[in-house]
């Protein structure tokens, strides 16, 4: 009882906050925090065993459901209700079915067929035993006849208030707060194909709810009942009622084809005026909405909006219920109308299979808020939004299951940014593209989808994974922190080349490096030239030529990178990224050239080794010679500049030495590789057999024979030893044969 009534505290300070000018951050904050306290009470109280038991529920599928609710008993605060639920069993020998119900809440009977079934509610489970065991796919039917006060939690699941005097009772299911007005199957996952709902209030009252009004009857008894007809899938937390003296008026959006949709808004009498401008600008923010992500998913139904007393709105499906208090004749909340609105595709249409997905709803229409600025404003609108209503502090993430599931600054704010970043990364075309394939894909539409499935569809007009970005993005915390220089050289002609220097510096938890394409500006002639480089290293470096002068260079200008970002001046640095491979007895030649400091430098090996036959000159940095050996080979060079302190960049290498194209290539004889067969290769020969020399060279690769020196093997016997010093001998002094080649390994020059 006290976790209880801590709790409505806690509420009640929540909706208060609401009486003041809501900013998009102070929306997000009140209504991630009620949503995270709710779900984690259920959690609470599922841990010690009391009303919130979370369920499996797998074992069957709704399929349809009718919920006839009389919601007459204003005053005593009571409702009376039948639910009809037609389920299909995916498991064989179902014998038993849970419904989640709150435990405050009772169960009048169940039936089946006609008649009385066994049922047990406790813990807000509902258990009916099933008039008989049912095979996979065979579908049956429970009706559920109910009644009780609904307790009213998380935002006020249902709650009984008045405004000028006038009744106005709502509901706000999301997340899971549908089990306390009426017992279902209430998680995300599980949509049922259609449904009905019908609204018995005083004859004076609306009653509006999702779908189409089929029926608004007049019970000659002092009630009226509104028949409300869903004919679209809808998952659990979105049926809604709102009842009050509501004076409605209609709109009309014109969809892509032509055909009329109504739109409804059911609105208090003492604010009509006002909201018929604040409501007005919805069928063009419908029109710009289907636009980019395909025509409005219930054109078959309606949309509109049914005035309710929280602070804030829910993207009830076809029917947004939106706060009284945003109501004010001036657009000033039109930014939560169209976020309510894009829900409609996400969030509705689609929905998060399980809730740790849930930024793929709120983070989706956070980011809409965004485009719709941009399609009224331009660009720069856009980019303003994302940056000022639409920040993000650290630590932030990971935006799949957070650890406060609906955290407004991780999942709505982190998450609106991963969509634009993922737009910056693919391009305008491919992204929006892909929230197009995202939001008619046959596989998801009115259905549900996880994170890693949106990924893949996004993939598709990437044209590649994006692993790398959702892993680090969606998976990851925090964000990079970048430090930037560059400096320019002229190459004549007009052209001049530009070095950028990028250092990531963050820390964990974040990801030692963030793999992300980062844009920078240099600016030429008064104009900026974009340039894309691929950052994925925690310490990288990039040359570029241009035509012009560089005056100066923003890096990410545009903030398409979620990023702490300084510059620094630009200091020694190697800026040669790799050398060419090579091949055993060619001449070989590269330079590492390094740039910024004080020359001249300074260039030495720091670890690993160079190729045999290869040395790096340490005062032009040139690594040449003529590779003996092949093989794959890493090494460390450091380029020590003369400032004084010193400074010093470390690069890596890696080079791979390849045997020689066509055989070896080498003259019989010539021991020291001075191009020639004379006495002094003798003598050379003869003093490595002493050991007192160096190696003969030209290494050759022999088959059965191994790797041997194949100009030192002057007698041709596939072995280097004393008899070929003789054999050359021999033959320099004119009485003995040719030098012959080991026939495994001729000379292929």
């Known amino acids: 009882m006290l976790k209880r009534m801590i709790f409505i505290a806690v509420l009640m300070a929540y909706s208060f906050s609401f009486a003041q000018d809501i900013t998009p951050q102070g929306f997000r904050d009140n209504e991630w925090r009620m949503k995270a306290d709710y779900y984690r009470s259920l959690r609470e109280r599922a841990a010690e065993g009391g009303g919130g038991v979370l369920l499996d529920q797998t074992d069957y599928d709704v399929k349809y459901w009718e919920l006839d609710i009389d919601v007459t008993d204003i005053g005593g605060q009571q409702v009376w209700g039948v639910v009809t639920m037609t389920s299909e069993a995916v498991v064989g020998n179902l014998t038993s079915i849970d419904y989640d119900y709150h435990y405050a809440m009772e169960v009048d009977s169940v039936k089946m067929s006609g008649s009385n079934v066994v049922f047990n509610h406790h813990s807000s489970i509902l258990t009916i035993t099933l008039d008989r065991a049912y ?3 065979e579908q049956f039917t429970t009706v559920v006849y109910y009644h009780g006060h609904p307790p009213g939690g998380g935002f006020g699941s249902f709650t009984w208030e008045t405004h000028s005097g006038q009744p106005i009772v709502s509901t706000l299911s ?19 194909d259609s449904a009905d709902v019908l609204i018995t209030v005083p004859v004076n009252l609306v009653g509006t709810s999702n779908g189409e009004l089929v029926s608004n009857t007049d019970n000659g008894d002092g009630t009226r009942t509104f028949h409300w007809h869903i004919s679209y899938p809808i998952t659990t937390y979105l049926i809604s009622l709102a009842i009050s003296n509501y004076q409605s008026f209609t709109n009309w959006y014109i969809g892509l084809e032509g055909d009329s949709m109504p739109v409804t808004h059911y609105v208090y009498p003492e604010h009509y005026n006002n909201a018929v401008t604040d409501l007005s600008i919805t069928p063009a923010a419908i029109a710009f909405y289907a636009s980019k992500f395909g025509e409005y998913p219930f054109l078959n139904e309606k949309y509109g909006h049914s005035v309710f007393p929280w602070g804030g709105a829910m993207e009830h499906q076809c029917n947004t219920s939106y706060g009284s208090s945003l109501i004010r004749g001036d657009h000033y909340y039109d930014w939560i109308l169209v976020h309510e609105l894009s829900h409609q595709w996400f969030g509705d249409m689609i929905t998060c299979d399980i809730w740790p997905d849930i930024w793929m709803n709120e983070g989706f229409a956070s980011y809409c808020e965004a485009l719709w600025t941009e399609h009224l404003n331009g660009y720069s609108s856009y980019v303003s939004y994302m940056t000022s209503n639409n920040s993000v502090y650290d630590p932030s993430g990971p935006i799949y299951n957070p650890s406060e599931l609906f955290d407004g600054n991780t999942v709505y704010n982190k998450g609106s940014w991963v969509l634009h970043m993922l737009r910056g990364v693919m391009g305008d075309s491919a992204f929006f593209t892909g929230m197009y394939a995202y939001a008619n894909h046959p596989q998801h539409q009115y259905g549900t989808i996880t994170t890693r499935e949106f990924q893949h569809i996004m993939e598709e007009p990437y044209g590649d994974s994006l692993g790398w970005f959702f892993d680090e993005w969606v998976w990851g915390m925090n964000r990079p922190t970048y430090v930037h220089s560059w400096m320019k050289e002229d190459k004549g002609n007009g052209q001049y080349e530009i070095f950028l220097h990028v250092r990531q510096t963050q820390s964990t938890p974040a990801p030692n490096i963030f793999t992300m394409p980062i844009r920078v500006y240099p600016r030429i002639n008064g104009i900026d030239t974009v340039i894309t480089v691929w950052n994925d290293a925690r310490i990288a470096d990039y040359r570029f030529i241009v035509v012009g002068n ?12 979620l990023k702490s970002a300084s510059s620094e001046s630009y200091r020694t640095n190697i800026v040669t990224f790799d050398i060419p491979d090579g091949q055993v007895n060619e001449n070989y030649s590269a330079t590492i050239e390094a740039r910024g400091g004080v020359q001249p430098y300074t260039f030495a090996v720091m670890s690993g080794a160079l190729p045999s036959g290869l ?18 080979y890493n090494f460390t060079v450091r380029c020590t500049d003369s400032s004084n302190p010193s400074q010093f960049d470390d690069q890596n290498f890696s080079m791979a030495v390849a045997p020689s194209v066509g055989g070896c290539v080498y003259i019989i004889g010539d021991s020291n590789g001075n191009g020639s067969f004379n006495g002094i290769d ?15 060279v030209n290494i050759c690769d022999c088959g059965e024979y191994g790797s041997i020196y194949a100009a030192a093997d002057i007698n041709g016997n596939c072995v280097f030893n004393g008899l070929d010093v003789t054999y050359g001998v021999n033959y320099l002094k004119g009485i003995g044969p040719a030098p012959s080649a080991c026939p495994a390994c001729p000379p292929a020059n």
């Open 550 to 561: 560089p005056t100066t260079m923003d890096f990410d200008k545009y903030t398409w990178i």
């Open 135 to 137: 095979s996979i796919g």
């Open 615 to 632: 040395l790096l000159n340490s005062a032009t940095g040139e690594i040449s010679g003529i590779p003996s050996a092949e093989g794959d």
């Open 682 to 696: 003798v003598t050379y020969s003869v003093n490595y057999l002493k050991g007192i020399g160096g190696e003969p």
């Open 174 to 192: 999301e997340p899971e707060g549908a089990r306390e007005w009426w017992p279902c199957k209430d998680m995300p996952h599980d949509k049922c």
